[in-house]
């Protein structure tokens, strides 16, 4: 235990420094992460770790999964339903069903199963890497919207698809009309639980006296719950959790206090970039195990199958793109669609975004070793060395080049006609004017002799001049000047303001609590100033 502690700080500490590294020469942290995971693999003193297959997905699929769907947009969800749709089921059963032909006719002693247990695993995309590489690329946001709202669903229907692969190599049998019934039953009962664990979890946050605390750790077991009763009646965990993740998400405002979502936000971020870290870097250090476990002259056509499956993912990925243009088009004829005619722009973008990773590892991982007879589970370690260099090809491969093709497909933002900007001195215009009138019309006696009502008056005039002034050429520049003094010169004040406090915090006579709670004050003010002023400093 005290040598696999210290493993973990070691790898926890380079995990750090990769993505400081990654950050600093702006290329996306995952990447990084799974090509220095490789030589560390062959480190004596990081060798041994490993983590039992039966538990990868309850370790790390929940709170990943629960964390995607936090912050994903419902609107925007709901907007493209139907693309994310057609992208996450038709598109991976596609792509399940083309992976286990080729490789069932490719690699001696795969049979039609067990390619469909492979085209499981590696059929869905993963979120992180495709969110972590967009970050700092400049696409539409129906992009980012359609890339990760399909990671969510599709990696709940592939791994329904691997689990009666999965059933059927173990069984040695397959009934079509059984699994495709079991299928719709896995995917709806999965989410009506995960809904209804989610009414379970509100009514505790809401009705019960929780403390900011609490209600972090709830959250923290909420996606655990909702996973594991799913999966106990052999439903989808995934979709349990995804589903649950986004019924409480809209209703977030509605039963945690302020207090919560800002301490909870830090957290969260907090454990999912730790538990990405780990997955990412463990792809690299599975490396040694799984090329042991292809034996002697195993590792050569290994790679060569590899390669081919790769090459095979990249090409159904573009062609299900494409024909997802074309049906859309032949049914905007008869049913009202987003976009009429997608154009050749999007599908290149969306079929160069199939980077796999955490759930295609997460599943490889868990493949038993043996079967319930005893007997070796069969080609487990040929599975392995596909999924890890499929991972790794369309990582490195198509996350490095993603942002020179986005470059050269330029493709503009049909959603919104103002920038980034615009909207956000839009939003602050409205939010002063409603304020504004509060004053002027519900507390007009308190305004007149309230002098601190007379300061928020006072700023909040001023804040609307500058907006206005922004909606006029020869006003940008004198507000510019404006907030950038502003900011300056608050930020000045504020670091002064800290310095006091911590003089202060040197008498006996002052709490070092209260002192603590002026700091975080501080600390608040300025991150809302620093969020308040976002798109001006860029």
């Not at 039953?185 to 900011?212: E, K, N, S």
């Not at 599908?347 to 997460?362: E, F, Y």
Request: aromatic share 10%; proline share 4%.
């Amino acid at each position: 235990m005290h040598h696999l502690a210290i493993q973990l700080t070691i790898l926890l500490s380079v995990i750090l420094f990769i993505v400081m590294l990654a950050q600093k020469i702006k290329i996306a942290y995952p990447i990084l992460l799974v090509l220095a995971g490789l030589p560390l693999g062959f480190v004596p003193a990081l060798s041994g770790i490993e983590i039992k297959p039966d538990l990868i997905f309850v370790i790390f699929l929940p709170p990943l999964l629960y964390e995607a769907a936090w912050y994903t947009s419902w609107k925007d969800l709901w907007k493209w339903r139907r693309v994310i749709i057609s992208f996450a089921f038709p598109i991976v059963i596609i792509t399940s069903c083309v992976v286990a032909f080729v490789s069932s006719a490719l690699i001696p002693g795969f049979t039609l199963a067990t390619g469909f247990l492979l085209g499981g695993i590696i059929s869905p995309p993963d979120a992180v890497s495709a969110s972590a590489i967009l970050k700092n690329i400049k696409v539409p946001k129906r992009f980012v919207t359609i890339v990760e709202g399909e990671s969510l669903m599709n990696d709940a229907s592939s791994l329904v698809i691997f689990r009666f692969a999965l059933a059927a190599v173990a069984t040695g049998s397959f009934v079509f009309s059984h699994a495709a019934t079991s299928f719709v039953l896995v995917i709806v009962m999965g989410i009506l639980i995960g809904i209804a664990v989610g009414l379970v979890f509100y009514a505790i946050h809401r009705w019960l006296p929780t403390t900011t605390n609490i209600d972090i750790v709830l959250t923290f077991i909420t996606p655990y719950a909702m996973y594991m009763i799913a999966e106990e009646f052999n439903f989808s965990g995934v979709l349990a959790v995804v589903s649950g993740g986004l019924f409480l998400s809209i209703r977030r405002h509605q039963f945690l206090s302020n207090r919560s979502r800002l301490q909870g936000v830090n957290v969260w971020e907090a454990v999912a970039f730790v538990l990405n870290g780990f997955v990412f870097i463990l792809i690299g250090l599975e490396l040694p195990v799984i090329i042991k476990g292809l034996g002697p002259g195993g590792l050569q056509p290994a790679i060569i199958y590899s390669l081919i499956i790769t090459g095979v993912l990249i090409i159904t990925r573009f062609a299900s793109t494409f024909g997802a243009t074309v049906f859309t088009i032949f049914m905007a004829r008869f049913i009202t669609v987003q976009d009429k005619n997608p154009g050749w722009k999007a599908p290149i973008l969306l079929g160069w975004t199939g980077m796999r990773g955490v759930v295609s590892l997460a599943a490889a991982l868990s493949i038993p070793v043996t079967l319930s007879s005893g007997a070796a589970f069969p080609n487990r370690d040929m599975i392995l060395f596909i999924t890890f260099t499929v991972i790794l090809v369309t990582l490195v491969l198509q996350g490095l080049t993603l942002p020179a093709l986005v470059r050269l497909v330029n493709m503009p933002d049909p959603d919104y006609t103002i920038s980034m900007e615009q909207q956000k001195q839009l939003i602050r215009k409205k939010l002063s004017g409603l304020s504004l009138q509060i004053l002027q019309e519900k507390y007009a006696d308190q305004l007149a002799g309230n002098e601190m009502l007379k300061s928020v008056q006072i700023k909040l005039t001023a804040d609307m001049t500058l907006l206005k002034d922004w909606e006029k050429e020869d006003g940008v520049a004198r507000a510019d000047a404006f907030y950038k003094d502003y900011r300056k010169i608050m930020a000045d004040i504020m670091q002064e303001q800290r310095n006091l406090l911590k003089t202060l915090n040197k008498k006996d006579n002052i709490s070092d609590e209260l002192i603590r709670q002026q700091l975080d004050l501080l600390d608040l003010e300025e991150e809302k100033m620093r969020q308040h002023f976002a798109y001006d400093e860029e």
